[in-house]
């Protein structure tokens, strides 16, 4: 199993980000898939998660309304759309699938939301 995020960056405050998350070595279509984000000398929050056929979504409190989980199963590729950025949404962001009981993550993109 490996994961490979893309999309961080350095953004202006109210500026959007594009994740991208690509995965190899299961079947994608099947598995819930979710993202998390870590800062600085804080624990490692959930950010969303969506189902495997993308009908089902959810998002943390604080995040809702801003960042959006979508997927392209033909692509094998989990996104997070990230609008409306603040500083404190300043983190690495990393994907994560559970496959088997174990879970598996990539190694982050880190999003820095700064003037």
């Known amino acids: 199993v490996q994961l490979v995020e893309s999309g961080g960056g350095l953004v202006q405050p109210g500026g959007s980000l594009r994740l991208s998350c690509i995965v190899s070595?299961?079947?994608?279509?099947?598995?819930?898939m979710r993202w998390y984000r870590q800062a600085p000398g804080k624990e490692r929050e959930w950010v969303a998660f969506?189902?495997?056929?993308?009908?089902?979504?959810d998002y943390a409190e604080s995040v809702k309304g801003r960042f959006t989980i979508s997927r392209d199963n033909a692509k094998s590729t989990l996104y997070l759309q990230m609008n409306s950025l603040k500083p404190e949404d300043t983190a690495v962001y990393s994907c994560?699938?559970?496959?088997?009981?174990?879970?598996?993550w990539g190694q982050g993109t880190q999003v820095t939301v700064s003037s």
């Open positions: 969506i189902s495997g056929g993308g009908a089902i979504r």
């Open positions: 070595g299961f079947t994608f279509s099947s598995y819930y």
């Open positions: 994560n699938v559970q496959v088997r009981s174990i879970d598996y």
